[in-house]
């Protein structure tokens, strides 16, 4: 049994963390708890990067805060004008979003079966693994492939874009 795993690419992670931000400012100048602001910086959109960045992980877990009381800060000093394209512009973003990114890219250091295959920046592509035990398959093949919470954290579901899997 062989499956490769394509990932989503570098830039469309990044514009989603971007709109991750936003609606993490937003819930700040809406005045919503500091605790809504922070759960939406990893699961604000259509991605649940706390799937991929769990809570198990002190090191993401201080991230998190560190981001969220700098997005709570540039919420603080946007205009009343833009504030969208003030956020979602702003270095600050760009560094959260570069951090993030980073975490996120290290996640698959994880990997301990299969090839992965990065990008010239160092982001990954694919993955590809070959197996004849059946169960293993199915096991591994979950980290990119389920939600499961006890598994949040560990898995790459939100960054996959497509799963091809062959089996004798």
Not at 21 to 32: D, M, P, S, T
Not at 62 to 83: I, K, N, T
Request: with cysteine; charged share 30%.
């Amino acid at each position: 049994m062989r499956a490769t795993v394509i990932f989503a690419g570098r830039d469309e992670i990044a514009g989603r963390l971007r709109d991750n931000i936003w609606e993490a400012a937003r819930a700040v100048l809406e005045g919503r708890p500091e605790r809504t602001a922070r759960e939406l910086l990893l699961d604000g959109g259509q991605v649940p990067f706390s799937h991929v960045l769990g809570p198990a992980d002190t090191g993401t877990a201080e991230l998190v805060r560190s981001a969220a009381r700098a997005v709570h800060r540039l919420a603080r000093d946007a205009d009343a004008g833009d504030q969208e394209a003030y956020i979602r512009r702003s270095p600050v973003t760009a560094r959260i979003v570069d951090a993030l990114l980073a975490a996120l890219r290290d996640r698959f250091l994880l990997l301990d079966v299969g090839e992965l295959h990065r990008d010239p920046s160092g982001w990954p592509e694919s993955w590809t693994w070959e197996t004849r035990d059946h169960a293993e398959f199915h096991r591994v093949l979950g980290r990119f492939s389920t939600d499961r919470a006890e598994h949040h954290g560990r898995l790459f579901t939100p960054l996959v874009k497509c799963i091809e899997t062959s089996t004798p």
